[in-house]
């Protein structure tokens, strides 16, 4: 049993009221968490606000000295950090190594070296020379949620200190292990106290101290659409900084020139990595009605392949839901597809899986076919091992379906014409589109959606820019 604590001001606290945790595999409490209040939550600010002199007046390069110490920490824990992933989450502990473990020590890594050359700029007039300087914004709020705890929660911390920012970060309360493990981190490598402070707590409780809190200058959220929309309810009136990235409902379009046998396992992976809990997998999958037939039979030969069971074995593929409610959540998806007149070609049923996973919260991967483009099965964010499959004639069909959810988050191309594939997803109305690939990430490149699935835009310079305050001095000669 992990006993996880507060950490404020370089110090690890107990609180008054606990939260357990829950292995979602086996449905055993592995943990306690702090449930904490708004005094909590106040401790927290007056240590990110005492800390913020002394940590903004060191220069960017004693700064990104800490984020390479803090990287190599974390590195040396990267075992640890995808065992407690896969535990916490229940995802397979393959993915937690390639994708958690590994991207958490990249963000740190990536944000020292990329912030090298985020300095001033100069723009010369004919009689003035203006110096656009970038100051930290004050004390960053950080709100994470569960399908990528350590990963969401180093990108966005990393690029708050290194821009001077001092910071206040609340996990999700389902899944805190690795956010404890990065306070060890922190507290190992010495970083200042109060530089980064993590309070754990429930979204409404915790969650929303921070972003009420008059002295937090600043949110970053990652987490459902109605909760981003409650958290901008709050925070926008006081004019805070504010970015959220919220969910998405992602198309795949699939052309009649494709190359399916390579397309295939990586259209697949883009349905249900992580249990289809990433937003932006691709849900919707759009195939072309000259290769529906060959499509289905290889995309259900593969999926119905796939191997749901114990997140520890290398063997599995898939692994259990975050939660027995949000397994129940992505049910009652299925049984409204069902309503909606889908048919199931494979999956749609909980594995039967032998003690102590018979307790967890495991879904086969599934696929529904024979649905209306527009219906809610296949324009809601369900967020878990379900795709939807629909046919389409012409490619303008295609950009039509793929634009027709309240979201715009991400999206991809599949064709062996890649000029074809780009003027296609020129028309596609979100924040990214892939083109024969997924989910394969420049961290130098702007990460956000439209619509929706969100407001800002993170990644490279657009986090930097995200966590300072441009400040133009004009000086006449
Ligand atoms: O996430 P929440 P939930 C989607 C997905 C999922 C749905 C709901 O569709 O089914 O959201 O998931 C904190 N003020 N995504 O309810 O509530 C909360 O404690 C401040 C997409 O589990 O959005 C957690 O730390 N904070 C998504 C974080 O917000 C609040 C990833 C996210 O939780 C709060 C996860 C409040 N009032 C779910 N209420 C993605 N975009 O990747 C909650 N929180």
Request: aromatic share 8%; net charge negative; glycine share 8%.
């Given at each position: 049993?992990?006993?996880?604590?507060?950490?404020?001001?370089?110090?690890?606290?107990?609180?008054?009221?606990?939260?357990e945790d829950i292995n979602p595999a086996t449905s055993e409490v592995i943990a306690t968490i702090p449930r904490s209040n708004s005094d909590d939550v106040n401790e927290a600010v007056l240590a990110a606000d005492k800390a913020r002199d002394n940590w903004s007046s060191l220069s960017l390069d004693e700064r990104r000295?800490?984020?390479?110490?803090?990287?190599?920490?974390?590195?040396?824990?990267?075992?640890?950090?995808?065992?407690?992933?896969?535990?916490?989450?229940?995802?397979?502990?393959?993915?937690?190594?390639?994708?958690?473990?590994?991207?958490?020590?990249?963000?740190?890594?990536?944000?020292?070296?990329?912030?090298?050359?985020?300095?001033?700029?100069?723009?010369?007039?004919?009689?003035?020379?203006?110096?656009?300087?970038?100051?930290?914004?004050?004390?960053?709020?950080?709100?994470?949620?569960?399908?990528?705890?350590?990963?969401?929660?180093?990108?966005?911390?990393?690029?708050?200190?290194?821009?001077?920012?001092?910071?206040?970060?609340?996990?999700?309360?389902?899944?805190?292990?690795?956010?404890?493990?990065?306070?060890?981190?922190?507290?190992?490598?010495?970083?200042?106290?109060?530089?980064?402070?993590?309070?754990?707590?429930?979204?409404?409780?915790?969650?929303?101290?921070?972003?009420?809190?008059?002295?937090?200058?600043?949110?970053?959220?990652?987490?459902?659409?109605?909760?981003?929309?409650?958290?901008?309810?709050?925070?926008?009136?006081?004019?805070?900084?504010?970015?959220?990235?919220?969910?998405?409902?992602?198309?795949?379009?699939?052309?009649?020139?494709?190359?399916?046998?390579?397309?295939?396992?990586?259209?697949?992976?883009?349905?249900?990595?992580?249990?289809?809990?990433?937003?932006?997998?691709?849900?919707?999958?759009?195939?072309?009605?000259?290769?529906?037939?060959?499509?289905?039979?290889?995309?259900?030969?593969?999926?119905?392949?796939?191997?749901?069971?114990?997140?520890?074995?290398?063997?599995?593929?898939?692994?259990?839901?975050?939660?027995?409610?949000?397994?129940?959540?992505?049910?009652?998806?299925?049984?409204?597809?069902?309503?909606?007149?889908?048919?199931?070609?494979?999956?749609?049923?909980?594995?039967?899986?032998?003690?102590?996973?018979?307790?967890?919260?495991?879904?086969?991967?599934?696929?529904?076919?024979?649905?209306?483009?527009?219906?809610?099965?296949?324009?809601?964010?369900?967020?878990?091992?379900?795709?939807?499959?629909?046919?389409?004639?012409?490619?303008?069909?295609?950009?039509?379906?793929?634009?027709?959810?309240?979201?715009?988050?991400?999206?991809?191309?599949?064709?062996?014409?890649?000029?074809?594939?780009?003027?296609?997803?020129?028309?596609?109305?979100?924040?990214?589109?892939?083109?024969?690939?997924?989910?394969?990430?420049?961290?130098?490149?702007?990460?956000?959606?439209?619509?929706?699935?969100?407001?800002?835009?993170?990644?490279?310079?657009?986090?930097?820019?995200?966590?300072?305050?441009?400040?133009?001095?004009?000086?006449?000669?």
């Amino acid at each position: 049993m992990i006993l996880v604590r507060n950490y404020v001001n370089g110090i690890f606290v107990d609180s008054k009221e606990t939260i357990e945790d829950i292995n979602p595999a086996t449905s055993e409490v592995i943990a306690t968490i702090p449930r904490s209040n708004s005094d909590d939550v106040n401790e927290a600010v007056l240590a990110a606000d005492k800390a913020r002199d002394n940590w903004s007046s060191l220069s960017l390069d004693e700064r990104r000295k800490w984020l390479e110490k803090i990287a190599n920490a974390l590195e040396a824990r990267s075992g640890e950090i995808a065992k407690l992933e896969s535990l916490d989450t229940g995802k397979p502990i393959k993915i937690a190594r390639a994708v958690d473990a590994s991207r958490s020590v990249a963000n740190f890594r990536f944000f020292a070296e990329f912030s090298k050359d985020f300095h001033e700029q100069k723009f010369l007039m004919e009689d003035a020379t203006n110096h656009v300087i970038f100051k930290p914004v004050g004390i960053a709020g950080l709100i994470t949620p569960w399908n990528l705890p350590l990963y969401l929660l180093s990108w966005k911390i990393a690029p708050a200190i290194v821009m001077g920012n001092t910071v206040v970060a609340k996990p999700s309360e389902l899944t805190p292990l690795t956010a404890n493990l990065l306070a060890e981190v922190l507290d190992e490598v010495g970083l200042p106290a109060g530089v980064v402070n993590i309070v754990h707590g429930f979204g409404h409780e915790t969650g929303q101290a921070i972003v009420s809190h008059p002295k937090v200058n600043l949110i970053s959220f990652t987490g459902g659409t109605i909760t981003g929309k409650k958290v901008a309810e709050t925070a926008a009136p006081m004019f805070k900084k504010l970015s959220l990235e919220l969910g998405g409902k992602n198309a795949t379009i699939v052309l009649d020139d494709v190359d399916l046998d390579s397309a295939i396992p990586e259209i697949a992976r883009s349905g249900f990595l992580n249990q289809g809990q990433v937003c932006l997998c691709g849900s919707r999958i759009l195939v072309s009605d000259k290769i529906w037939n060959d499509f289905l039979e290889k995309f259900i030969g593969h999926v119905s392949n796939m191997k749901v069971g114990d997140p520890s074995s290398d063997d599995s593929d898939l692994g259990a839901l975050v939660s027995l409610s949000h397994r129940d959540k992505v049910e009652s998806y299925i049984h409204l597809a069902e309503r909606e007149g889908g048919e199931i070609l494979c999956g749609g049923k909980r594995p039967s899986l032998e003690s102590p996973f018979d307790k967890g919260s495991f879904l086969e991967p599934t696929i529904v076919s024979n649905l209306d483009y527009q219906s809610r099965t296949a324009t809601e964010e369900i967020f878990g091992p379900v795709v939807t499959l629909h046919k389409f004639e012409k490619d303008e069909d295609a950009v039509e379906m793929a634009n027709c959810t309240d979201y715009g988050l991400a999206g991809s191309v599949w064709t062996s014409d890649s000029a074809r594939g780009k003027s296609l997803a020129e028309k596609i109305e979100t924040g990214m589109v892939w083109i024969n690939t997924w989910l394969h990430r420049d961290l130098r490149v702007p990460f956000g959606g439209v619509k929706s699935s969100g407001v800002g835009t993170e990644g490279g310079r657009w986090s930097l820019s995200f966590f300072s305050q441009p400040v133009n001095i004009c000086i006449k000669e």
